[in-house]
């Protein structure tokens, strides 16, 4: 997977309040990679940045089948903007669908999303 920090890749940054929220991240921008995502994982070491074809909330709706770890979810729509956040997911739900449609997610440690006080609403870039 392509990471952040070794790509040179931008952090993911909050535009909205001037801030680095991970320094360090892992693409799924392709077909496989999206597949797997932290499926059979047992750490969340580094955030996951899912980068979709398009916006939709079906193509973006997930779910936790084989993901022996909590993680929190960050849905963003096409401008980078946060509509929808899913917390502390447990493994094995079956869906995991934002409110609005998004063209990319963040998977991230359970209990991220909150101590980094991400709120719906906020721009990200990277």
Not at 16 to 43: C, H, Q
Not at 107 to 125: N, Q, S
Request: charged residues 30%; aromatic residues 12%; hydrophobic residues 40%.
């Amino acid at each position: 997977m392509v990471t952040g920090k070794l790509t040179n890749m931008p952090q993911i940054r909050s535009v909205t309040r001037k801030r680095k929220l991970f320094g360090s991240y892992n693409v799924a921008n392709t077909p496989l990679k999206r597949t797997i995502g932290i499926m059979f994982k047992f750490k969340v070491e580094n955030p996951l940045l899912f980068i979709l074809e398009e916006e939709s909330i079906f193509r973006a709706t997930i779910h936790s089948f084989f993901c022996f770890v909590r993680f929190d979810a960050i849905f963003l729509d096409k401008n980078k903007r946060i509509v929808d956040i899913h917390e502390n997911i447990g493994p094995f739900r079956p869906i995991i669908a934002p409110k609005s449609p998004s063209k990319y997610f963040i998977e991230c440690k359970a209990g991220e999303a909150k101590r980094l006080g991400i709120k719906i609403g906020e721009k990200l870039d990277w």
